[in-house]
């Protein structure tokens, strides 16, 4: 069974950065397709960004391209997310999950995803 595990949320100030990671246990994430969402209080879940299997397709929300980079480490069974520029609309509960899928796929949509961590606060504010 895969279990996922987010890290590296926290308080950080607007224009500062995280780094989040989302480790894998129980089997290797190198057929698996990543996504990361957030789910800010009152709000649905919303797609961040996506990493398919092989990394040759990324994709990224809207209110995020030019500020967050999506990445995969297989060898550590790990999968990333760097957020730059970060704004206070970025505040929400960050989730990776995970989805095995053909080597090219990933997907913004949520609900199209087996497996999924706990979360990950991430909180920007002054």
């Known amino acids: 069974q895969l279990q996922l595990v987010e890290s590296g949320g926290g308080l950080v100030q607007p224009g500062g950065s995280l780094r989040l990671s989302c480790a894998a246990s129980?089997?290797?994430?190198?057929?698996?397709?990543i996504g990361w969402f957030r789910q800010a209080p009152g709000k649905e879940r919303e797609g961040v960004s996506c990493i398919s299997s092989d990394g040759t397709n990324a994709k990224y929300g809207d209110s995020v391209k030019g500020r967050f980079t999506v990445s995969r480490d297989d060898a550590k069974n790990t999968v990333y997310l760097q957020m730059n520029g970060l704004k206070p609309e970025d505040t929400a509960v960050y989730y990776c999950?995970?989805?095995?899928?053909?080597?090219?796929?990933?997907?913004?949509?949520?609900?199209?995803?087996?497996?999924w961590g706990q979360g990950t606060q991430v909180t920007v504010s002054s």
């Open positions: 999950e995970a989805e095995t899928a053909a080597t090219d796929w990933a997907s913004l949509f949520p609900y199209e995803y087996d497996y």
């Open positions: 129980g089997r290797t994430l190198d057929y698996y397709a």
